[in-house]
C-alpha cells in the first residue's frame, strides 16, 4: 500500500507531502492545477525517465520520496534482492541534480533498473498509453494470464524453465558442426598444448622459489666476498673487532673485583664477545654455502625461462598455466567424444522437447479452461459499465513454434454494439471505451492480483452521465480489495471518495506558481463536488445538487 509521497522542488511544487488512505483515494482541481505533475513526480520516483528542466527554477535538485507498506511475501523477496529493513515500510527515494540522479531504497543506493523491477511489485498505473496498449494484441496472454492465479502461475514458470533448458540445447545443437580434418588439428594442437604443461611438472609455488635461489647463485661470489671481508672485519689475525673486545675485557676483568657496576660492565662485554664469536662462525659456514655453482645456475636458469615461457603461452601465472592445462584437457575430451557428445544431446533435446510439449499443452488446457469464466465476468463488468449487451470473447490459436509464453496466441474480440460481430479490440477507437474495458479486465482479474495498488488517469476521458456513475461504483469495488488512486474531472467518481484529495494552484508573493494540495474534509468534499458541477458561485442550489450525488455515493459503498 502506498501510505505517503513527498516532493520538493519539482516543477510548479514547492514542497508537498501527501498521506494516502486505504480504499479509493481520488485527486481533483482545476484544469492546469497540476494534477499530472503529481501523478508525474510518483512515476519519476520509481524510475520514469526524468528530464533536467523538471527542478524548479533556482533549485540545485529536485526530491521525491514514496512510502509503502509492505507485506512479509514481498518484504522477504526484497530482502534477499539486497534491501535492508527495520520495520514493514519501504522508503524509495530518488534525487534529481542536472548532472546526476541518486535512487536510494530505505536508504541504500540502486541502480534506476531495480527500482523500476521494485515497483512492479508494489503499484500498477493506468494512463492513456496503458489503454491503449490494448489495442497491441501482444499484451493480451499477460492480461488474461493474470485472471488465472497462483496455481497457473506455477505451472507456467514450471513451463519457462523448461523452455530455457531447451533453448539452450537447441543453441548448442545448432552450432556449426566441425569436419573431421578440422577436429584432427585441433586434436593435434590441444595434445601439444597439454603435453608441453604436463612435462614441465609445474608446482604452484615454484615461480618464486627458483626466482629467489637463482638470485642467490647469481651473486654468489659478491656474497661470499663480502662475508670474508666481515668475517677478517670481525674475527681476523690483525685488528679485528673480536680481538679488541676480548683484549678489553681482560682489561676489565682486573679491576671487576674493585667495584659492583665494573662487574655488571664485565658480565656485558663477556655476552659482547660470545656473541661475535657465535656470529664469526654462523657467518663463515654461511661462506662455505654461497660457493658459486655453475651447473645448478645454468639448471635454475633453465627452468626460470621455461616457467616464463609457458606463462607467455598460457597463462600470467602457474596457476592460470595449470587451469588452461585443464580446460583444455576438457576440450580435448569433448572432441574425442563429440560423437557421443552430440547423440547426447539429441538425447536431450528430444527429452526437453517432449517434456515441453507436455507443459505447454498443461498451461494451454489451463488458459482454454478458463476462457468462459472470463468471458463471462468481463461481460458482467462491461454490463456494470454501461456497455450494454456487449459480448467479448478470448481467441486461442496455436503460435508457429514454442515461446516463452507457451504455444498460445491470446486476442481478445469485442463488440460493444448489439447486433455487432466481434472484433478485434484495435478496431475500438474511442478512448473512453478503452478506458472502461480496462477497468472491466482489471475488476474481474483484481482478485488474484497481486499488486495491491492501483491509480487510474484518464479513466473519466470520454464519458459523463450514466456511465461516469457506473464507472464510479467499479472504482468502489475495486478499492474494497485495492488501494486505488484516481485523477478525475467527474463529480461521480469524485463522490465515491474514502479520501478527497484537491490540487490548486497558486501565485506567491514572490510572483511564484506553486502547486499544493489538501485533503477535503467533508465540507471541503461538498464545496470541491459543487465546483465540479459548474458551481462559480457557491450556490445554495449546486450545493444541494453535491450533497445528494454524496449521499448517492454513500448508500451505494453500502451495499458493496
Not at 523452455?163 to 588439428?185: F, T
Request: one cysteine or more; a negative charge; aromatic letters at 6%.
Amino acid at each position: 500500500m502506498l501510505l505517503n509521497l513527498h516532493v520538493k522542488n519539482f516543477a510548479l511544487i514547492d514542497e508537498i507531502d501527501i498521506d494516502f488512505n486505504e480504499g479509493l483515494n481520488i485527486l481533483t482541481g482545476e484544469t492546469g492545477a497540476g494534477k499530472s505533475v503529481i501523478l508525474g513526480s510518483l512515476n519519476i520516483a520509481m524510475g520514469a525517465k526524468a528530464e533536467k528542466d523538471i527542478i524548479r527554477t533556482g533549485c540545485e535538485f529536485a526530491l521525491v520520496e514514496v512510502l509503502f507498506s509492505v507485506d512479509e511475501d514481498t518484504k522477504n523477496f526484497l530482502t534477499d534482492m539486497g534491501v535492508s529493513f527495520e520495520d514493514d515500510t519501504l522508503l524509495v527515494q530518488r534525487k534529481i541534480m542536472p548532472a546526476r540522479n541518486v535512487f536510494k531504497v530505505n536508504g541504500e543506493t540502486f541502480n534506476a533498473s531495480f527500482v523500476r523491477s521494485v515497483s512492479e511489485l508494489l503499484i500498477d498505473v493506468y494512463g492513456q498509453h496503458d489503454y491503449q496498449n490494448l489495442l497491441n494484441s501482444k499484451n493480451h496472454i499477460d492480461i488474461f494470464d493474470s485472471y488465472l492465479g497462483d496455481s497457473f502461475d506455477q505451472s507456467l514458470n514450471d513451463y519457462k524453465n523448461t523452455y530455457k533448458e531447451y533453448l539452450s540445447i537447441k543453441k548448442e545443437l545448432d552450432a556449426p558442426l566441425i569436419d573431421d580434418q578440422a577436429r584432427e588439428r585441433e586434436i593435434a594442437l590441444l595434445e601439444y598444448q597439454i603435453n608441453e604443461i604436463e612435462e614441465a611438472s609445474l608446482k604452484a609455488d615454484e615461480e618464486e622459489n627458483v626466482e629467489t635461489r637463482l638470485k642467490v647463485l647469481e651473486n654468489a661470489s659478491k656474497i661470499q666476498g663480502s662475508l670474508g671481508t666481515i668475517n677478517n672485519l670481525i674475527s681476523g689475525e690483525y685488528s679485528s673487532a673480536s680481538g679488541s673486545v676480548d683484549e678489553a675485557l681482560r682489561e676489565l676483568s682486573g679491576i671487576s673485583h674493585f667495584d659492583d657496576n665494573l662487574e655488571k660492565l664485565c658480565d656485558t662485554l663477556n655476552s659482547i664477545s660470545e656473541m661475535l664469536t657465535d656470529f664469526s662462525r654462523e657467518a663463515d659456514d654461511l661462506y662455505n654455502e654461497y660457493s658459486p655453482d655453475e651447473s645448478e645456475l645454468n639448471t635454475l636458469r633453465e627452468r626460470y625461462e621455461l616457467i616464463n615461457d609457458l606463462e607467455r603461452k598460457y597463462g600470467r601465472t602457474i596457476e592460470e598455466v595449470l587451469k588452461y592445462h585443464d580446460d583444455k584437457e576438457t576440450e580435448l575430451n569433448e572432441l574425442r567424444d563429440l560423437k557421443d557428445v552430440r547423440e547426447k544431446l539429441e538425447k536431450d533435446f528430444d527429452r526437453c522437447k517432449d517434456d515441453l510439449a507436455k507443459k505447454a499443452d498443461k498451461i494451454s488446457s489451463l488458459r482454454k479452461k478458463a476462457t468462459a469464466s472470463f468471458n463471462a465476468s468481463i461481460e458482467e463488468s462491461l454490463k456494470d459499465l454501461n456497455f450494454n449487451q456487449s459480448k467479448f470473447e478470448v481467441n486461442i490459436t496455436d503460435t508457429a513454434d514454442y515461446t516463452n509464453m507457451g504455444k498460445d496466441n491470446v486476442k481478445f474480440t469485442i463488440s460493444v454494439n448489439p447486433g455487432e460481430a466481434l472484433k478485434a479490440l484495435e478496431s475500438v477507437s474511442s478512448g473512453g471505451e478503452l478506458s472502461r474495458i480496462m477497468l472491466a479486465l482489471k475488476t474481474v482479474s483484481a482478485s488474484s492480483d497481486e499488486v495491491k495498488t492501483m491509480i487510474f488517469d484518464e479513466i473519466d476521458a470520454g464519458i459523463s452521465g450514466t456511465t461516469a456513475w457506473q464507472v464510479a461504483k467499479k472504482l468502489a469495488l475495486l478499492s474494497k480489495s485495492h488501494q486505488v488512486i484516481c485523477i478525475t474531472h467527474l463529480q461521480q467518481i469524485a463522490s465515491m471518495a474514502d479520501a478527497h484529495f484537491k490540487i490548486e494552484k497558486e501565485v506567491t508573493d514572490d510572483e511564484r506558481t506553486s502547486t499544493y494540495i489538501n485533503l477535503l474534509d467533508k465540507d471541503g468534499e461538498i464545496a470541491e463536488i459543487s465546483r465540479m458541477l459548474g458551481d462559480e458561485q457557491a450556490s445554495d442550489t449546486f450545493k444541494d445538487n453535491a450533497l445528494e450525488i454524496k449521499k448517492r455515493a454513500l448508500d451505494y459503498k453500502k451495499t458493496i
